[in-house]
């Protein structure tokens, strides 16, 4: 019988392969805990003619970051040029400390990335802010992807509904909020980003590690859609009135509720909303956004 | 004969894996494959074009499901959201088996995303068994089990990595995806002959092989799928082929993709082996 349980050594060596390589990408001497790396591999690791435990262990610690760090990068491209190849890799590490995968996909990996950039800005330095915004686009991209679609209501449906009616949205529609209008710079980056992966061998820049040089954006609230039509990801501006209306419905309030949120924030005239809230439904019918909400969850929510 | 209960009696030939990169010459060719292998994970989405591929696919071709993250080795239970959603996509895609690794790589609800080795242990032959047959109750099709290539060996082992996969397989009753490239990978990185491997393993359980190539370094071989298939493992595959008959045989390639043609011919090479067992198979291969 072995000494050291299957649970011990799969606690041991999980805490190692996710501890954070140094610069030099090798393992560090020192466990978190403060033991040295080279006892900790060694007390359930078996050397070989050719490599140490210590090294046997490294093998292991390296792909798991190469395999994590990659995964980012792929989801959030223009991130990493907005904020520089060397700081988005510190930002990773930071980030997936704090939130390891908890998922069985790789796909949810980067879902929490955006609020848990809003707290720790430093990694983003004077771009933070923007950071944020791209981040959450980014991710929007990906939930708007592969999210659900469900059968949507046609605007005859909808307009047999009254105030106290509920609805939902289609699951891949994607309401993102941002402090600076950032949806062209994301798509201009991302084309940049696929042009420069269908060259082969093409010579980047020496300091490519670097931040990207942007033009001048300012800050101006902006509300986006990202949504799904035949397969493909699009980006949509909408009104502050549009935004606000979508996000009640999404948050399961009532229609009249909703409403209410959108034209009450945007301060609409009382004599223009009739006429305003009848074409965001139209708009709205026409992109297959509005669906009849799920009764299981509407039951468990009222 | 490996036509048996571990792949549903199926007679699939060869097959190669199904990659992104080789999605419109699939399309617009309509190549004549005998299947296709999908990783699991990235088809269990909610919707999309994931999923909207895989329908197109599925009109056309045969569809075996292989998985990354079931970790049958690990000591924490399964996401019952990850089963709830590999279920979903069994019935999707009518796979007549599925396949994931002997390993583990989850820890409380923590994942590394990587093919752990297990220590070869009686602990971890009961525990991994007991979660394999559940997993396989649960899907209600056959589950077959890969060995996977290794770069670290335990102190606790208390077998050799062959008598661990027998053990595990007889135990949950279950299938053995056998990778001949991952046995070649583990021989040279754990010093051990890779024949002996092979010739121990409980030929009436392969469900499936496995080829590839892999890389190598100055002090081990890494598993990468970028390479063609080497001479040595091709020496595996037709030991494997004898012992256990024709056998559904899928070429993986990862990384480095080449074109479609490249990698399906080099998948067809597999035909010089089952041509000498069963020709009637490496004809439903063509």
Redesign the interface.
Same mark, same amino acid.
């Given at each position: 019988m072995s000494t050291i349980s299957l649970e011990q050594i799969q606690r041991e060596m999980a805490a190692a392969v996710m501890t954070p390589l140094t610069p030099d990408d090798n393992m560090r001497k020192e466990a978190p805990d403060g033991r040295s790396m080279e006892r900790v591999a060694a007390s359930f690791i078996a050397p070989n003619s050719r490599l140490t435990s210590f090294e046997r262990l490294e093998i292991y610690n390296r792909q798991y970051w190469y395999r994590v760090l990659g995964a980012l990068a792929e989801d959030f491209p223009a991130l990493r040029t907005v904020i520089g190849s060397r700081a988005f890799d510190a930002m990773s590490v930071g980030y997936l400390k704090a939130h390891p995968s908890r998922s069985f996909t790789l796909r949810n990996l980067g879902g929490q990335l955006a609020s848990w950039l809003t707290t720790n800005q430093h990694f983003a330095a004077r771009r933070a802010d923007l950071a944020v915004d791209v981040a959450r686009i980014e991710w929007a991209f990906v939930e708007a992807f592969d999210g659900a679609e469900h059968e949507p209501l046609t605007l005859e449906q909808i307009a047999t509904l009254d105030g106290g009616s509920y609805l939902a949205l289609q699951p891949h529609l994607q309401l993102v909020e941002l402090t600076y209008p950032v949806d062209d710079l994301v798509l201009n980056l991302h084309k940049q980003e696929k042009r420069q992966a269908t060259e082969a061998g093409v010579k980047h820049d020496e300091d490519d590690h670097a931040p990207a040089k942007l033009p001048p954006i300012r800050r101006k609230p902006t509300y986006l859609a990202a949504h799904r039509v035949d397969y493909s990801v699009y980006y949509l501006r909408l009104n502050r009135g549009e935004f606000h209306t979508l996000r009640a419905i999404r948050a399961g309030r009532p229609l009249g509720e909703a409403i209410e949120a959108g034209v009450t924030t945007a301060r609409v005239p009382a004599a223009r909303r009739p006429q305003l809230v009848r074409q965001w439904f139209t708009a709205w019918a026409e992109l297959g956004w509005i669906c009849a909400p799920d009764l299981d969850r509407l039951v468990r929510s009222t | 004969m490996s036509s048996n209960r571990f792949n549903a009696f199926s007679n699939h030939g060869i097959g190669i894996g199904l990659r992104i990169p080789h999605y419109e010459h699939i399309f617009s060719r309509k190549p004549v494959v005998d299947w296709f292998e999908i990783i699991s994970?990235n088809f269990? =989405? @909610? %919707?999309?074009? /994931?999923? &909207?591929t895989l329908d197109r696919i599925l009109e056309q071709y045969r569809v075996v499901q292989h998985g990354v993250?079931m970790y049958f080795?690990? !000591?924490t239970e399964p @996401?019952p959201? &990850?089963l709830k959603r590999l279920k979903t996509l069994v019935r999707r895609t009518n796979t007549p088996w599925l396949s994931d690794h002997l390993c583990?790589g989850? !820890?409380d %609800? =923590?994942?590394? &995303? @990587?093919l $752990?080795p $297990? /220590?070869y =242990?009686? +602990?971890?032959v009961e525990?991994t068994a007991e979660r394999v047959r559940k997993v396989q109750d649960y899907l209600e099709i056959p589950v077959a089990v890969e060995n996977v290539s290794s770069?670290?060996?335990? =102190?606790?082992? +208390?077998m050799t990595e062959w008598e661990f996969l027998n053990e595990v397989v007889e135990r949950a009753d279950c299938g053995i995806l056998l990778d001949v490239n991952n046995i070649y990978v583990s021989s040279v990185?754990? +010093?051990f002959e890779p024949m002996e491997y092979v010739n121990a393993v409980l030929a009436e359980r392969v469900a499936q092989i496995h080829i590839a190539g892999h890389s190598k370094y100055e002090?081990?071989i890494?598993d990468t799928h970028d390479h063609p298939v080497i001479d040595p493992v091709w020496n595996l595959y037709a030991r494997a082929i004898e012992l256990c008959g024709p056998t559904p045989t899928l070429l993986e390639w990862d990384d480095h993709i080449p074109s479609f043609d490249e990698v399906h011919a080099e998948a067809k090479k597999a035909e010089r082996y089952l041509n000498r067992t069963a020709p009637e198979m490496a004809q439903a291969a063509q």
């Open positions: - | 994970e269990m =989405t @909610d %919707g999309g074009r /994931p999923l &909207h993250s080795g690990s !000591v @996401d959201e &990850h583990w989850s !820890v %609800g =923590t994942y590394t &995303h @990587d $752990l $297990l /220590p =242990t009686w +602990e971890a525990r770069y670290a060996a335990f =102190t606790a082992s +208390e990185n754990h +010093e002090k081990y890494l």
